[in-house]
């Protein structure tokens, strides 16, 4: 499929597009998504084969405003306002208990829905022209790297995407933080953006987050064990441990991925540098992934970035990007 520029005639083409079951993939500020009417039952199988998506695996939708919630979910707890007023458009999904007219399809078979409003003026642009929801996951074979620019999507997807619209590089580019507010307590599901600590100083609240002890019952996008992976084996290294890897095999074709300096390039492989700076590592971390993957490398290793909690959401992406390295 070919990627159109997004301009006011291609998003009306987009939005009509949806409207009779077709697949629109676009950006947003956390990643580009692959967009279907969240009306649609049709449209949204799509979405799951296209994407070779669990069909329990549930959806996301994506909204023009937060006065559209209330066509969504039912029981809205004062905390989505508070939030909404103070975060929206923005990164942040709240998952609320579903309107008993929402299609299961889109919420996996569960009673609570994922809804958003993204903070990009494509995607915002689309869903006027639209005029309803659009349930929009990541545009991506299922639990591999996240598509940051329309290039991503149509290398992943091809044909499998009736348009792309090309809005530039996503400029947060990790998704969107998720919070639980289905059960009165908020309960954060997934790591983004917006963190824990914010959340909490605008609710006045505890925001709980799932243990071994308190696991949550909602299903919701990005809570596999492996997600955002590339094809090629990656493992999460210490920065003194990366030299000693590549003295060790020097015949292994390695990629490195660092956070901050820069080490020296392996005898075969490459080296890619991000700064030690989340917002700017998170901008770019998928597609530095993406460059190291298409070298067809014996294995990436990844610098271990700091443990603080602006870098929690990133170094939750790597944890699950790693993870099936670990278990072989």
Known sequence: MSIVNATPDTIKNAAACLKTGGLVAFPTETVYGLGADAHNSEALKR????????????????????????????????????????????????????????????????????????????????????????????????????????????????????????GGACHIGVESTILDLSTGLPMLLRYGHITQSELESVLGLNVLIPDALRKSTVKTAGMMRIHYAPTTPAMLCEHDAIPHFMQANPQMRIGVLCCGEALDSPQHGSVISLPANPVIYAQ?????????????????LVQTPPQTEDWRAINDRLAKATHNFREH
């Open 47 to 166: 979405i799951f084969t296209a994407k070779n998506r669990p069909q329990d695996h549930p959806l996301i939708v994506h909204l023009a405003s937060f006065a559209q919630f209330e066509q969504w979910a039912q029981d809205i707890p004062s905390s989505a306002a508070v939030l909404a007023q103070h975060f929206f458009p923005a990164p942040l999904a709240l998952i609320l208990k579903k309107h008993p007219r929402v299609n299961t399809t889109v919420t996996g078979g569960q009673e609570t829905i994922a809804l958003r409003v993204p903070n990009h003026p494509v995607a915002l642009g689309l869903l006027e022209a639209f005029g309803g929801g659009i349930a929009a996951p990541s545009a991506n074979r299922f639990c591999r790297i996240s598509p940051t620019q329309a290039l991503h999507v149509q290398q992943e997807l091809g044909e499998r995407v009736d348009m792309i619209l090309d």
């Open 284 to 300: 770019h971390l998928y597609a530095k992934l993406r460059e190291l993957d298409a070298l067809k490398l014996d294995v990436i």
